[in-house]
């Protein structure tokens, strides 16, 4: 078999470093991390046959199909968890949820991030270096770069046909197209972090020194859409053996993620931005593009367009809770709608699902509460821990489909004042319970989302007989079931995420719970909706059919079209009828429909809104108070801070600048 590149290099710098190991232990030690940095084995060894003095080689990794599908699942394993919050920096580095402040035994990276402690010394959750994310077993180094020599290395080996002679002309193919796919989404991944990024398009040699040059957005952004585009002709348009390959990549999902990647160069951040005029490398080559282009715009909307007519073309549509045979009201049937829309494992409407990464933060999401056959498991198994400020409460419309501020028909001025439950609002708040007004009147998402003192929160062991009557229902006060008292375990704002807990887990009674894990949504139908409403909206400014895909969303969370809504309800009732109206309409209804999955964080960035939005006071309830009267009170738990434009963009870090003299470090760091 003739060796790639990286393989010739590889083995010479081996060889090299034995001899010299042999003489000097220190050498070896020095030389066993590097090689672990260069991920040339890294996460591979179930994958890579090992020869008998243990030395990492990829001469058999593509002698058979078996070895070989070995080393794509390899290519695979670099793929982001983000099922996990502490690994999800997009969920846990803004201001959706905050963890407790009088501990930082629950900190991790994201959180410091949102908590304004990233540095250029020691970058938190840096993914140019693979290091400080967190401290769980496969996570520290795993470096993206070496996922792209992976893939670039697997694409090389497997384009010649001698390696690997019983893998099928097919399947060769498919195997090619997704490594291509799989390189262009970890640029994506780099790319929404780091802005200009290098281009790995190849195998390179193995050298002493790192030299890596960054390279502009544009060119940037066209190559991962090239490589993307490379992939389609030979991805399936779907998974035919869902036992074995969900989460594969199919046609749909690089679809979509190239429309990701072009509504992302299309934003403010990266269209049009004179911040970064005067950001170039070390030769003078300007790295941003400060010249705003409206095609980059036509470019995100086409490309959103085709990735929704080959979801729904594949069977995709947007999830709705059906077939009950728990006799539920409607109003839970709708809740059900939307939070199963990212619970339900493999639902119709999620397009990529991440197999290598399943959701199991329900109990730190969840609060110990109070149902209908009594108090569900104890509060050291059930936290409740992560919390969402008033202004996300604040953030979902009025029962209307409106901003509560512009819903001319429901005073929340007084968003706190005290009033109690009634039987007709029993499915959303338990009746006679007095709790803030500001959870009174409000859309079906902010009761599918969201728990609070007084709140239902219905889960199918709630009571005997799995209806939505007397089920679970949350008290937060000082003291109580879910409030604050316990050493580590208490919410800091008095609201929950509920959205993210499924409901036929089982959490009732003294044992630990039973969770209903499921592969992370990593793109929901519903996302490529609104992209292409917000695309339309630039291309084609206050576009009818921008506001067409909105209502689909609307509709599916229990609420009037945008027009009717607003001309009916709102105090700007022509809101929707201009570019800039329609504009704030659409960020909005994203900040809603995907809270609490990762995505305002870079929503905010791209937009450029994270200055406004990351610079105001984080607030909760009084979680110390015992009465209904001293809880529902506002208090200030900290003030984020985000300092622009040095915050939109990630520090690549002193030790990375240091050693690679090529590279520029990002403005403001």
Known sequence: MKKSILTNNYLKVFRAIVKKSAINPIYKLSTFILFIYS?????????????????????????????????????????????????????????????????EGQWHAAFRIA???????????????????????????????????????????????????DLSLNERARWLAEAKFLNAYYHYHLFRMYGPIPIMDGV??????????????????????????????????????????????????????KAKVLLFAASPLYNGNTDYANFSDKEGIQLFNSTFDVTKWERARDAAKAAIESAEQNGHALYEYSNDVLNLSDVTKTQLSIRNS???RWNEEVIWGLSNSYFFNHNLAMPPMVGGTGTSTSRFVLGGIWSAPIKIAKMFYSENGVPIEEDKTLDFSDYLSLR???????????????????????????????????????????????????????????????????????????????????????????????????????????DLYLMYAEALNEAEPASSLAIEYIDRVRNRAGLEGVAESWS????????????????????????????????????????????????????GLNIYGKTAETYNTERVIFTQEFITPRDYLWPIGNYDIRRNPNLVENPGW
């Open 204 to 257: 390179p040699p193995i050298t002493e020194e790192p030299t890596a040059h960054r390279m502009p957005v544009d060119s940037v952004v066209n190559f991962i859409t090239n490589t993307i585009d490379e992939s389609l002709e030979n991805l399936p348009d779907r998974i035919i053996a869902e036992n074995t390959e969900l989460g594969r990549i199919t046609k749909p999902i690089a679809l979509a993620i």
């Open 39 to 103: 991920g040339i084995f890294y996460s591979c060894e179930d994958y890579l046959n090992i020869v008998p003095d243990n030395v990492a080689t990829i001469d058999n990794a593509f002698t058979l199909r078996n070895e070989a599908e070995k080393y794509l699942f390899t290519c695979y394993s670099y793929l982001p968890k983000h099922g996990d919050g502490w690994y999800n920096v997009g969920m846990m580095g803004a201001d959706e949820i905050i963890l407790p402040q009088a501990t």
């Open 568 to 619: 009916t309800y709102s105090s700007n009732p022509s809101k929707y009828t201009t570019q800039d109206g329609l504009r704030e309409i659409i960020h909005q209804e994203r900040m809603i429909e995907f809270a609490f999955e990762g995505q305002r964080f870079w929503d905010l960035r791209r937009w450029k809104k994270a200055a406004e939005e990351l610079n105001k006071d984080i607030t």
């Open 342 to 344: 990212v619970t339900e």
């Open 115 to 165: 908590m304004g402690q990233q540095n250029k010394d020691y970058p938190y959750f840096n993914e140019w270096a693979g290091t400080n994310k967190g401290s769980g077993a496969g996570y520290i180094y795993l470096k993206l770069f070496t996922g792209m020599r992976h893939c670039n290395t697997f694409i090389e080996e497997i384009s010649d046909e001698n390696n690997a002679p």
């Open 420 to 526: 109690a439950g009634t039987e007709e609002e029993k499915y959303n708040i338990y009746p006679t319970f007095e709790t803030a007004r500001l959870n009174f009147d409000r859309e079906p998402r902010f009761y599918a989302n969201l728990g609070f003192d007084g709140g239902m929160w219905y889960m199918k062991d709630g009571n005997s007989n799995g209806d939505d009557d007397e089920n679970y229902h949350i008290e937060s006060k000082n003291a109580e079931t879910a409030g604050y008292g316990h050493f580590t375990n208490w919410n800091e704002t008095g609201y929950f995420i509920k959205k993210l807990v499924h409901w036929e887990s089982s959490t009732s009674g003294s044992t630990d719970p039973s969770w209903l894990t499921y592969p992370w949504p990593e793109i929901r139908l519903a």
